[in-house]
């Protein structure tokens, strides 16, 4: 079935929204949903520069005159659509992503695989 994270409609378009973990699949990291018009995106909340949470302050996750996703411990920022880090320390990595899909305008996490 998997685990509903939110409403799309409860995402500013071109904002994000952060999820805890609650099933221990992110090894007691969350994760955040992006928002691109119709279309999100979901990532696990660990930058790959330095495998710490990308919201300095909880919740932030985008620097919106960019469009990019943006960690705020050192500035790197990352594509929307794909995760990769395009400026920054970890240029060239990416995020991890997570499988999500759009049912009637919820957003859901897909159930791991058994
Ligand atoms: S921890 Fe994210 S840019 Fe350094």
């Given at each position: 079935m998997?685990?509903?994270l939110c409403q799309l409609?409860?995402?500013?378009?071109?904002d994000a929204r952060a999820f805890?973990?609650?099933?221990?699949?992110l090894n007691g990291t969350g994760g955040f949903v992006?928002?691109?018009g119709t279309q999100a995106y979901c990532y696990v909340?660990?930058?790959?520069?330095?495998?710490?949470?990308l919201d300095f302050v909880p919740g932030r996750f985008m620097n919106k005159d960019a469009g990019l996703i943006?960690?705020?411990?050192?500035?790197a920022r990352f594509e929307i659509?794909?995760?990769?880090?395009?400026?920054g320390p970890c240029r060239g990595d990416a995020l991890t992503s997570l499988p999500i899909r759009i049912v009637n305008g919820t957003v859901v996490?897909?159930?791991p695989p058994q």
């Open positions: 998997g685990r509903i409609a409860d995402i500013v378009d071109g805890d973990s609650v099933d221990g699949r992006v928002r691109r909340n660990d930058c790959p520069h330095l495998h710490i949470t943006q960690c705020a411990n050192h500035g659509e794909t995760g990769e880090c395009v400026w996490l897909e159930a």
